[in-house]
């Protein structure tokens, strides 16, 4: 059974947002996500500084299996790159919610988070994936 953590928000395509105290999110992908994709041997991250568009690929991970793209859940400006996914993609797989985060961004706007799935309804969409 993957791991599903409370107090996040998820996309469709199996992203997690979490909001910081300083008005930031850290995105990453789920457990149910990591598991699929298999072991992760490289991961391609975007240029601090860039604006990404919800919606839009933000990352590619490739695993044993695949190259995924990753994609953005809301929009806004890359603040920060999970430097550590360089040297070990595999955090994404051992740790996806902690130390296997992706990026950070500011937000666009906050109100777009909305529009996202709690844990409970996040649970019932990947049941019926």
């Known amino acids: 059974m993957s791991e599903i953590r409370a107090g996040l928000k998820y996309s469709s395509s199996h992203e997690w947002i979490r909001l910081e105290a300083d008005g930031s999110v850290l995105i990453g992908i789920t457990d149910y996500a990591q598991q699929a994709l298999g072991d992760v041997v490289f991961v391609e991250l975007p240029e601090k500084g860039e604006h990404l568009d919800s919606g839009n690929e933000i990352a590619i991970v490739e695993s044993v299996k695949a190259a995924s793209d990753i994609y953005a859940p809301i929009s806004g400006e890359v603040l920060e790159l999970n430097e550590g996914l360089i040297e070990e993609p595999s955090l994404i797989n051992s740790s996806p919610y902690d130390l296997g985060w992706i990026l950070r961004l500011r937000p666009k706007e906050l109100e777009s988070l ?10 019932a969409h990947f049941k019926e994936d």
Request: glycine letters at 0%; hydrophobic letters at 20%; a negative charge.
């Open 114 to 123: 909305r529009d996202l799935m709690d844990e409970h309804e996040y649970e």
